[in-house]
């Protein structure tokens, strides 16, 4: 499966973006999606994964009630709707997609769990 990120730009503290995240070569409806992000000098870090069934979601903790993931299997897209975003939160985003249909709680944060990645797109939020 290939995976086109798009969405990012530059945006005033405060505002919001919506990333996508579009799959070609198969069907995702039975693939659990993450995004990731990587800032400037910094590790690549876990912030947000939908099950293949969208039921179970999870985020990392400086994201949670700002950032909602969802898909739309349909249209074989996920998306990170991103809202007060803080200059923290730049850095280029990536989605990524797991084999399996299924988070396992203790592994989905982990990079290494998911086999497919997309190219990423970049999130510059100014101060």
């Known amino acids: 499966v290939q995976l086109q990120a798009s969405g990012g730009g530059l945006v005033q503290a405060g505002g919001s973006l919506r990333l996508s995240c579009t799959a070609s070569g198969r069907t995702i409806a039975n693939l659990a999606i993450g995004w990731f992000r990587q800032a400037p000098g910094k590790e690549r870090e876990f912030v947000a994964a939908i099950s293949g069934s969208g039921r179970t979601t999870y985020y990392t903790d400086s994201v949670k009630g700002r950032f909602t993931i969802s898909r739309d299997n349909a249209k074989n897209t996920l998306y990170l709707q991103m809202s007060s975003l803080k200059p923290e939160d730049t850095a280029v985003y990536y989605c990524?997609?797991?084999?399996?249909?299924?988070?396992?709680?203790?592994?989905?944060?982990?990079?290494?769990?998911?086999?497919?990645w997309g190219q990423g797109t970049l999130v510059t939020v100014s101060s």
């Open positions: 990524a997609a797991d084999g399996r249909p299924v988070l396992h709680s203790t592994t989905y944060s982990r990079p290494s769990t998911y086999d497919y």
